[in-house]
């Protein structure tokens, strides 16, 4: 790759590069995670009638990536079960809305919409402060057993826990600052399905973690009472299967899930294998090293891209009892501090691109690539044979800062230490998200036509000038829910899961998650989505079924996120009820019936669940 892109239409020259002007500096908190939503105001007058001994607070609400914000909403942080349902009971009689807020780690405005004003009546309550419990309930015989924990708790704190008595998870989303109920209500998902000739052990899945879930605790109406309270409600029983993904239209106070015993795991990282031969089509001749096939070799893979370059870095988990020999053990998860906090000159170039540089994009995608290769590999020839403007960011310090952490393309331990690698200081980064079901033998087919299509795509806006992503594709991959795998008999999938089997197509067993990340306010990045969602939706309708990623950007319009009216109204209903079956507007209506007065609502979900 020349210089070239990068000094032209705004792009940064050697001088602008080594300058660190206020306006990059003013960004940096974007790029490494070190603001948080605004300070707590104590209010001389809270909302009339709110109940006694629960201290609530004007706090401003801000996600992860920083695209939505509020003004400073009434917040609480209740301390039990109990205390929810009181504010649930007193929103009700006030005319209020309540609102469940966990770590904030998310894209979609699935709590609140960006810019709502203090005057809303609405009441958030935080579930990290408190709502934190977990215990072992249960060891079975086949090596499973069930954990029991409060919404609030995160999902590193969980994973520990169960690790320290030797259960784990098949797969793991991989930030460990998400909440449990916050994760559930999505739908949240690792990166696994069985490896060819793989016999999964009792209480591993591979679908989402709301698939694990054998009971919880919501709050509900009750109308012979004629008040909110809180239900507990087994896997098998009426309802279940619509509160296990609710996307916030419910709030789940507490779930028992279901786990098997621990895996190591190895991770292998690759970044050798060019993008025209890892997603290469269907057919490539033999040896040919493709995604499918590291898929059926291991079960665990994931693939990231980042924009402007030709080899992807890979990422292979696979089952390894004992550590191989030439693995690195590790005893802690993020076990890639690269990524988790940039050094000063790439978050400075990072700075410059949110500044206005966004020509620059392609300089930033190989220095992101450079980066990860060195740390992973201690291979800095590319480095050496790079530009100019790639040896000033990655300049001599640098690399030997990255060399001194040691080399880390081979990792060995527990499955949490592997499986768990982004830091609440990795780059603030917005994304889309959807999930492809198809039959796994179609797997290489969807991620080769999706390749095909970004890599022209994102060339035909370059030739325009526009440089709409300076971040990465992701794709992983998972198997569907399989509700056996909770150990309960007669559990029916989540209603709401993007990963809900249809009915019509037991062939159809895998899930291909795509994800485009790119910074916030990026010029053309929602035209550029667009395009890449109109394109995914318009897949093979025998081959593909297109199902959005719940926690992040869908619905494209030219401008924005969660604001196409078509996709909003028709096409993800309509990718839910595919195939038939229980789904779409059983979930809805199951939702309305456990909240009639739509207390634990907003106007997005209004809009949406319909």
């Given amino acids: 790759m020349t210089d070239s892109p990068s000094n032209q239409g705004g792009g940064l020259s050697r001088r602008r590069l080594l300058a660190s002007s206020a306006a990059a500096g003013g960004a940096v908190w ?37 695209e939505i914000r509020t003004d400073q909403l009434w917040t609480c942080a209740p301390g039990s079960p109990r205390e929810v349902v009181d504010v649930v009971n007193w929103a009700h009689g006030a005319g209020w809305t309540v609102r469940a807020q966990g770590q904030r780690h998310g894209w979609a405005p699935l709590t609140v919409a960006d810019g709502t004003p203090a005057a809303t009546r609405v009441v958030l309550l935080d579930t990290t402060a408190h709502l934190t419990a977990m215990s072992l309930e249960q060891q079975a015989a086949d090596g499973s057993a069930v954990v029991r924990v409060q919404a609030g708790a995160s999902l590193e704190t969980l994973l520990a826990f169960a690790g320290a008595s030797g259960y784990g998870v098949a797969s793991a989303p991989a930030p460990g600052d998400l909440s449990v109920g916050g994760a559930l209500a999505i739908g949240a998902h690792g990166t696994a399905i069985p490896a060819v000739g793989e016999d999964p052990s009792s209480g591993h899945g591979h679908g989402s973690l709301s698939n694990l879930v054998t009971e919880l ?39 028992v899930l279901r786990v098997g015993t621990d895996d190591n795991l190895r991770c292998q990282s690759f970044l050798d294998i060019p993008a025209t031969e890892l997603f290469a089509a269907p057919g ?34 696979s089952v390894a009892p004992k550590r191989p020999l030439a693995a690195r053990a590790v005893d802690e998860p993020y076990n890639y501090p690269f990524s988790d906090s940039l050094p000063e000159p790439v978050a400075r170039l990072a700075g410059d691109l949110v500044s206005g540089a966004w020509a620059s994009a392609p300089l930033f995608g190989q220095v992101q690539y450079l980066l990860a290769k060195v740390a992973l590999t201690g291979d ?158 318009t897949l093979d309708g025998d081959r593909a079924t297109v199902r959005v990623e719940w926690s992040k950007g869908w619905a494209y319009s030219d401008t924005a996120a969660w604001s196409d009216p078509d996709v909003l109204t028709r096409a993800i209903p309509a990718s839910q009820r595919a195939g038939g079956g229980p789904g779409w507007d059983e979930a809805v209506a199951t939702l309305d019936r456990l909240d009639p007065h739509r207390v634990l609502s907003s106007p997005f979900l209004d809009a949406l669940l319909r």
């Fill in 380 to 537: 800095i020839t590319d480095v050496l044979l790079s530009g100019t403007l790639v040896r000033d960011v990655l300049t001599g310090d640098v690399l030997t800062h990255l060399l001194a952490g040691g080399l880390r393309s081979d990792l060995w331990g527990a499955s949490r230490n592997l499986l768990q690698y982004v830091r609440p200081t990795t780059l603030r980064e917005t994304a889309n998200g959807y999930a492809v079901l198809t039959r796994r033998a179609d797997l290489q087919w969807v991620v080769s036509r999706f390749a095909d299509f970004y890599r022209t795509l994102l060339a035909q806006y370059a030739a325009r000038g526009e440089y709409p992503v300076n971040g990465q594709v992701e794709i992983r991959v998972t198997g569907l829910e399989d509700p056996s795998v909770c150990g309960v008999p007669g559990a029916r999938p989540p209603l709401l899961s993007a990963l809900r089997p249809r009915p019509d197509r037991p062939d159809v067993d895998t899930a291909v998650w795509i994800d485009v990340l790119s910074l916030p306010t990026t010029p053309a990045l929602h035209r550029f989505y667009r395009d890449i969602e109109q394109f995914l939706l």
């Fill in 284 to 317: 490539a001749p033999a040896g040919t090293r493709t995604l499918a096939g590291f898929v059926d070799r291991t079960g665990r893979v994931e693939a990231i891209w980042f924009a402007f370059t030709d080899r992807p870095w890979l990422k292979v988990w």
């Fill in 30 to 66: 974007l790029l490494r995670g070190l603001v948080r939503p605004g300070s707590a105001y104590a209010a001389s007058a809270p909302p009339p009638g709110f109940p006694a001994g629960i201290d609530v607070y004007q706090r401003a609400y801000q996600n992860w990536a920083g």
């Fill in 217 to 255: 605790t919501a709050v509900v109406w009750d109308h012979d009472a004629g008040r909110y309270v809180l239900r507990t409600v087994g896997r098998a029983e009426p309802d279940c299967d619509a509160l296990l993904t609710h996307l916030g239209r419910s709030f789940v106070t507490e779930a």
